[in-house]
C-alpha cells in the first residue's frame, strides 16, 4: 500500500504521514517535483511519480510551518537475502544476530538500520521509538510469509537509538510493546527499550586466541575465579564498577592471586536484579548496568592480556514473564511451550524454552556463538542444565507430559544441547555444564553418544565435602565416606569443583561460616579444606570473597568485604590460596591427569579413626606430590604414611604456616625408611599439624 507502486498503469506514491499538514514529493537533488494530494483524512498522501523517476524524497510540513525531509522507508527493497531466509526456515542460521535484529547498513547509498524479527504469528509488526513518536502506525513492517520474519529499512536511524516493536496478534489486538529478542544493546528499566548498537572496537587478544587451544585443554591447569561484576568492587556510594573500571583493575587482582581462568555470572541483559542474570531477557546483550558492548568487550580483552581465560554463564533453560520479553511474543505461545506442563518453571515462575521448535532452538544456538565470536568468551557454562534434561523436573506425577518412548527425557532439549557443545566446540571454545544428576555422559563427546560438554560440575563432591566440614571434629570419624565417596566416580566425567555463589548464599551461610569451631578453628578448617581441594582430582572454582574468608552470606547489593584483608587470619586465608594457585599450575601432578584416573592413587583413605585422608597425584612429567589433611584439631605425632617412591621428601605447602595463621607446625626433610606401610614398600614418620594438609615431593635417590 505504501511506497512507490502501479495504480491504473501510472506509478504512484503513497504515504503515511498522521502528522503532517502538507507533503511534497522531492528529487534527491531537493528539487520540487509533485505537491502530494491528502487522499485520507487521517493523513494518507498520494502523488503520481514522474516518469523514470524511482528514487524520491519527502518533505513534510506541520501545521505551525515546521518541516523536515526524509527519505521514505518503503523506496527501499527488502535487504533479507535468499540464502539467509532459507537458512531462517531451515533453522541452521549460525550468525543469526547479522540478520535479525537491528543493523546499521546502507542501502542504496543512504544509511539506516535494518530492522527484522520473527513474529509469525501476527497480524502487523512495527517499528516504533522517538523517531516516529512511538505511533505503531508510522513503520509498519514488511512480512516475509514462508518464514515468519517482518523486516524493513529505515533511513536515518543511527547508532544509539532507542526502539520497540509494537504488534498485533491474530485477533488484531495491540500487544505491549517489545524489545528486541536479539538486540546488541538496551535500555534499563522502566522503558526496556532496545538500543541500535554498532561495535567499533578493536581486539589486541590476538596472541591469546591464537594460543587458546592449548591453554584451555583439560590436561593444562584451570583454576576460576567466579564473579558477579556488580558486587565484586563498589564505590563508596554505593555504585557497582562499570566494565571499564573493572578491566583496570579485576584482571590484576586474579592474576596476584594465581587463578587461570575469570568466570562471570550471566551478564546477559535481565530485568530483575536480585535475579543475579540468571533470568535473562536480552540473550544477544551484554547488561546495560555496567556499561556498553564494547566497554564489555574492553574486559574481555583485558583479562586476555592478562592471560586469563573467561567463561560466563549463560541460561538457555528459562526466560521471565516480563510483558516486555519474550513471553507470548506475537500473542501466541512462540518462544515457549503451551502447555504449561511443559511451559513452566513452578520453582522460579519462569517460562521453558520451546525446544521443539527450529526457530527457537536455532536462537539459542546463535546465541551461544554470539559470545564466543563476538565477545571472545573462551567458555559457556551452561545454567540448570537439569532442569532441561528431564520432563518431569520438579514436577510431581500428572504435572508433567512424557516423551514419544514414554519416558521423563526431553528428547528435544538434549539435541540441542549437544548441537550447542558441537557449534561452540569447533569455534574453539568450552562448555561446562551446571548438572545435578547422575546423567551419563554429560562431558562425553556426541560422536560417542554423549551431550559434548567439556566439562561438569561435580555437585555431588560439593555437597557431600561441605556436609563434612560442617560437622564438628569429633563426629567427623563417623561421616568419613563423604570425603571419599567422590573419588568413586571422580573419572565418570571430566569435573569441575564447584564452591560457587549458590553456596554462599540463601541461608547456606559462607565457607567460612560454615566450619566449626572458634575464629581460629574456622579459619583452619577453611584452609584444611582447600588444601583437600586442590590436591582433588578435579578443574576448582571458588567464588568472589572466599579468598577473604568474610564470615557473612555474599549479598548482591553490596560489595565483598574487602576491610577483612585487615585482619590476619583472612590474609592468610587469602595468601594460602595464592600458594595454591601458584602450586597447582607449577606442578604437573596436581593438573596434567586431573581427569584421569591414572593421576591419583590412595595411600589410606580408611583411617577415620584420626580423621586423615592421604593420597598421592601424578601428572605425566615431574614427581608425584603426596597429599595429606588432618581433619581433627590434635596433633598427630609419628604418623606413619606409606610413599609410593623412595626418596628425601620435602614438605612445598603446608596450611599450618604462620603465614598463612596457623600454628607452624611442620616437618623438616625427611628420608624414606624402606618400612612397608599402606601397601607400599617405604614410608616416613611425619607430624601432622592439626586441621591442616601438607603437601611432599620427593628427590627420588639416583641408584649407580
Known sequence: ML?????DGQWVVTTFQPQSASVELLGLDGTFLAEMEKIHSGGVFQAPLPPRRRRYRLRCTDDSGASFTMDDPYSFPSTLGEMDQHLIAEGTHERLYDVLGSQLMSVKRTMGTRFAVWAPNAQRVSVVGHFNLWDGRRHVMRRHLGI???EIFIPGIGHGEL?????????GKVLPLKSDPL????????GNASRVYRSSYRWRDHDWLRNRPQQTSLDQPMSIYEVHLGSWRRHPDGRPYSYLELADVLPDYVRELGFTHVELLPVTEHPFEGSWGYQPIGLFSPTFRWGTPDDFRRLVDTLHQAGLGVIMDWVPAHFPRDDHGLRRFDGSALYEYADPRMGEHADWGTLVFNYTRTEVANYLIASALYWVEQFHIDALRVDAVASMLYLDYSREPGQWVPNEHGGNENLAAVALLQRVNEAVRSRGAQTHAEE??????????VAEGGLGFTAKWNMGWM???LSYMELDSLYRSHHHDRMTFGLVYAFDEKFVLPLSHDEVVHGKRSLLGRMPGDEWQQLANLRAYLMFMYAHPGKKLLFMGSELAQPAEWNHDHEIDWRRLEQPGPRGVQALIQALNRHYRELPALHQRDVSSDGFSWINWQDRDHSVLSWWRQGETGEPVVCVVNFTPVVRERYRL??????????ILNSDCDRFGGSNIYNPPLESVPQPQDSCDHSLELTLPPLAGIWLQASPIEHG
Do not use: C, F, M
Open 463 to 465: 555437597n557431600d565435602t
Open 148 to 150: 515468519g520474519v517482518w
Open 163 to 171: 526502539y520497540k516493536y509494537e504488534l498485533l496478534d491474530s485477533d
Open 183 to 190: 538486540a546488541a544493546s538496551h535500555e534499563g528499566p522502566p
Open 436 to 445: 545435578s544428576t547422575a546423567w551419563p555422559g554429560v562431558s562425553r563427546p
Open 642 to 651: 606409606g610413599v609410593p617412591i623412595a626418596g628425601r621428601y620435602r614438605e
Open 3 to 7: 511506497g512507490p507502486h502501479q495504480q
